[in-house]
């Protein structure tokens, strides 16, 4: 079992304690999922914040809150992000103006963010409706993903010009106060998304690469189409099975909680269950099927379009790891369709 010792978050404009100088902050998000965790650590001259939340209207209020309650003659002295999604992403600029702070990330986190913000070929919007187009999504699907407008421009108003790197040479730890903490990089989620980890503390701040309930979403895009995101992600949750299961984990999505081996074997179960779920749906398949018509094996549930749209790519995830092992075989039709079969 799981072990929750916060039953539950911080109010809005709140923040709770939970570990010494350590705060808890949440954001909403305008989704199904619809809260962020963010986290203060009290550094000697100020805060060190990891991730922003979303730049938007209620997000930014709520700073404004933060501000006077909480931080009051203190500064920001530094910002963390983990990955370049914008609800981690979205008021890393505008804090900096505010508090003339340095941002840390990983190269491949902050190239991205850039690449998606400038619209750069092969991070657009339609170049990802290309793919999902080819995976057999329907045009109805496609045409209300390109009715959203840009939602990382929504949510990312502005983007930092630089940064400073951060690396997972664990030798080059980041101090933070008088305890140092390492940075675990981990893929599947994100190019090179960084979770943090202080020895002394025994805390890890997981980003989206550990959380409690949902399992974390695993990307593919135009630009890697034929990669296989789920092996980059159960291989890097190795870092993590390796941490002492005493260490309390600050998810950015759900409750603060222990129990860290145990969540990665859920985790694993959970996949290669998915996996034989489409295994078996390939089995019992009269004719080779496309991610469009897989997808309600993953994802039987209702989903708003929000929704869909991740699953589209998570399936497409699915079912490029049974190809890419030998499983399943892919074939291009006349159509130019993708769909998989079963490997013979
Ligand atoms: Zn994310």
Same mark, same amino acid.
């Given at each position: 079992m799981l072990r929750y010792p916060y039953a539950t978050p911080p109010a809005p404009g709140a923040v709770l304690e939970v570990a010494p100088d350590v705060l808890w902050l949440r954001m909403p998000l305008p989704f199904a999922l619809d809260h962020i965790n963010l986290w203060l650590l009290r550094d000697t001259d100020g805060y060190v914040l990891i991730d922003c939340g979303l730049g938007d209207k209620m997000t930014r209020a709520l700073w404004e809150r933060h501000f006077h309650a909480i931080l009051r003659d203190l500064s920001i002295t530094r910002i963390l992000i983990t990955h370049h999604? *914008?609800?981690?992403? %979205?008021? #890393?600029?505008w804090l900096m103006q505010r508090f003339a702070c340095p941002l840390s990330m990983t190269a491949g986190e902050f190239l991205m963010a850039h690449a998606i913000f400038h619209s750069c070929a092969p991070f657009t919007a339609e170049a990802t409706f290309a793919l999902f187009r080819t995976h057999g999504t329907? #045009? !109805?699907y496609l045409d209300a993903f390109a009715a959203q407008a840009d939602l990382y421009r929504a949510g990312v108003p502005s983007l930092p010009a630089r940064y400073h790197r951060l690396n997972n040479d664990i030798d080059r730890t980041i101090d933070i106060d008088t305890n140092p903490w390492q940075v675990i990089i981990g893929q599947g989620? #994100?190019?090179?998304?960084a979770s943090f980890y202080a020895p002394t503390k025994k805390l890890l701040i997981s980003g989206d690469m550990l959380l409690p309930k949902i399992s974390t979403h695993i990307s593919i895009w135009a630009?890697? *189409?034929e990669s296989d995101p789920l092996t980059y992600f159960l291989d890097s949750l190795n870092a993590m099975a390796a941490l002492p299961d005493n260490t309390l984990v600050l998810p950015s999505h %759900?409750?603060?909680?222990? %129990? &860290?081996?145990? $969540? &990665? !074997?859920?985790? $694993?179960?959970?996949?290669k269950e998915r996996l034989n779920d489409l295994r078996e749906a390939l089995r019992l398949a009269s004719r080779p099927l496309s991610a469009a018509e897989m997808l309600s094996e993953l994802f039987p549930r209702e989903l708003d379009i929000h929704q869909r749209f991740f699953a589209i790519s998570e399936t497409i995830a699915h079912l490029n790891h049974l190809w890419l092992r030998d499983e399943a075989d892919r074939h291009i039709d006349d159509d %130019? &369709? &993708? $769909?998989f079969s079963l490997a013979l």
């Open positions: 999604h *914008p609800d981690h992403l %979205g008021n #890393a600029d329907e #045009a !109805v989620h #994100a190019p090179e998304h630009f890697e *189409p %759900g409750l603060p909680f222990y %129990g &860290i081996s145990e $969540r &990665i !074997v859920q985790l $694993r179960e959970h996949h %130019g &369709i &993708i $769909r």
